[in-house]
């Protein structure tokens, strides 16, 4: 699944995992410093958001090159909107055997116990010999049912440029990169081709599109409708929202650097969840490939 299919899918999974969401929700994000002396038509902006998505799918494969730090602040809200509680938690996010896997190593922004960090490390061992014990079959089975996923993303992000009115509005700098910025609308009479893309006329989105590297470099995006998942499973309310950045790293791939969702769901009709999250990952790093993985240590081979 690639970060793009994640953007719509992300609530859908937060709803149904009771997991968090983020920031406060926007009732419209302000209108981009339009550029007036340049313009797309819609048919450029679908063409661009294919190209997009094809980028995505090649971050997605780089970032599997990177151990970086993830660092989740979730609050639990009630009825008013006035936080209830905050928990954090820290991760390192590092790569095993091919498997992307989250080591927690702080809680509160504070390093785990002596007894959490016993039991983390044990579940990283876990893994570990699990996929030291893989026959290659079972390897060879695991890998190709990732790929028939990315796959699914490609095809899943390709679909969104057919599902939306694209509406351009300008330029803006973020940063240092100067983009087009983008308004997605649902296309009226749109029937989607994948069952995971039947959810995308209860969304809208804004995007930012660099304009020298055709890669996003921030979503925007709003739940305008409820979206009910199964009879009885999951309900995502109207009005949640979504923002992700990205960034470049290395000069050569673009990486997530700030996630924001603001979560309003009810699960199996009974429990609500009124949440927020914020993620903010930072110190990527190059998984060398003249290491080996000894417990959850890297080693640097010898010559």
Same mark, same amino acid.
């Given at each position: 699944m690639t970060n793009l299919q994640r953007i719509f899918v992300l609530s859908l999974a937060f709803a149904v995992l009771g997991l968090g969401t983020w920031r406060a929700i926007q009732a419209q994000a302000?209108?981009?410093r339009a550029n007036a002396t340049e313009t797309l038509s819609s048919e450029q902006i679908r063409a661009l958001i294919r190209q997009a998505a094809d980028k995505d799918l090649e971050n997605d494969k780089r970032q599997r090159d990177y151990t970086y730090i993830e660092r989740q602040v979730e609050q639990k809200l009630d009825g008013k909107g006035e936080v209830k509680s905050t928990e954090i938690r820290t991760h390192e996010i590092m790569m095993l055997y091919d498997e992307q896997v989250e080591r927690l190593i702080a809680k509160d922004d504070k390093p785990l116990s002596s007894k959490d960090a016993e039991k983390e490390e044990e579940r990283i061992e876990k893994?570990? /010999?699990k996929r030291k014990n893989e026959s290659d079959d079972q390897r060879h089975k695991r890998l190709q049912k990732q790929e028939k996923e990315r796959e699914q993303g490609r095809q899943f992000v390709r679909e969104i440029a057919d599902a939306y009115n694209f509406r351009f509005l300008g330029t803006e700098?973020?940063?240092d990169r /100067?983009?087009?910025?983008? /308004?997605a609308d649902p296309r009226p009479g749109y029937e989607p081709h994948m069952k995971e893309a039947k959810f995308l006329p209860k969304f809208r989105f804004r995007v930012w599109v660099d304009k020298s590297e055709s890669q996003w470099v921030k979503l925007d995006v709003h739940c305008i409708e409820t979206v009910s998942i199964g009879l009885f499973l999951a309900r995502l309310h109207k009005g949640s929202n979504l923002q992700i950045e990205q960034t470049r790293v290395n000069d050569e791939v673009w990486l997530p650097k700030h996630v924001a969702l603001k979560l309003d769901a009810r699960i199996a009709l009974l429990k609500g969840f009124n949440l927020t999250e914020d993620l903010t990952y930072r110190d990527y790093r190059?998984?060398?490939t003249d290491t080996r993985i000894v417990g959850t240590e890297e080693v640097k081979h010898e010559p």
């Amino acid at each position: 699944m690639t970060n793009l299919q994640r953007i719509f899918v992300l609530s859908l999974a937060f709803a149904v995992l009771g997991l968090g969401t983020w920031r406060a929700i926007q009732a419209q994000a302000p209108a981009a410093r339009a550029n007036a002396t340049e313009t797309l038509s819609s048919e450029q902006i679908r063409a661009l958001i294919r190209q997009a998505a094809d980028k995505d799918l090649e971050n997605d494969k780089r970032q599997r090159d990177y151990t970086y730090i993830e660092r989740q602040v979730e609050q639990k809200l009630d009825g008013k909107g006035e936080v209830k509680s905050t928990e954090i938690r820290t991760h390192e996010i590092m790569m095993l055997y091919d498997e992307q896997v989250e080591r927690l190593i702080a809680k509160d922004d504070k390093p785990l116990s002596s007894k959490d960090a016993e039991k983390e490390e044990e579940r990283i061992e876990k893994v570990i /010999d699990k996929r030291k014990n893989e026959s290659d079959d079972q390897r060879h089975k695991r890998l190709q049912k990732q790929e028939k996923e990315r796959e699914q993303g490609r095809q899943f992000v390709r679909e969104i440029a057919d599902a939306y009115n694209f509406r351009f509005l300008g330029t803006e700098m973020l940063g240092d990169r /100067d983009t087009y910025v983008i /308004d997605a609308d649902p296309r009226p009479g749109y029937e989607p081709h994948m069952k995971e893309a039947k959810f995308l006329p209860k969304f809208r989105f804004r995007v930012w599109v660099d304009k020298s590297e055709s890669q996003w470099v921030k979503l925007d995006v709003h739940c305008i409708e409820t979206v009910s998942i199964g009879l009885f499973l999951a309900r995502l309310h109207k009005g949640s929202n979504l923002q992700i950045e990205q960034t470049r790293v290395n000069d050569e791939v673009w990486l997530p650097k700030h996630v924001a969702l603001k979560l309003d769901a009810r699960i199996a009709l009974l429990k609500g969840f009124n949440l927020t999250e914020d993620l903010t990952y930072r110190d990527y790093r190059k998984f060398r490939t003249d290491t080996r993985i000894v417990g959850t240590e890297e080693v640097k081979h010898e010559p």
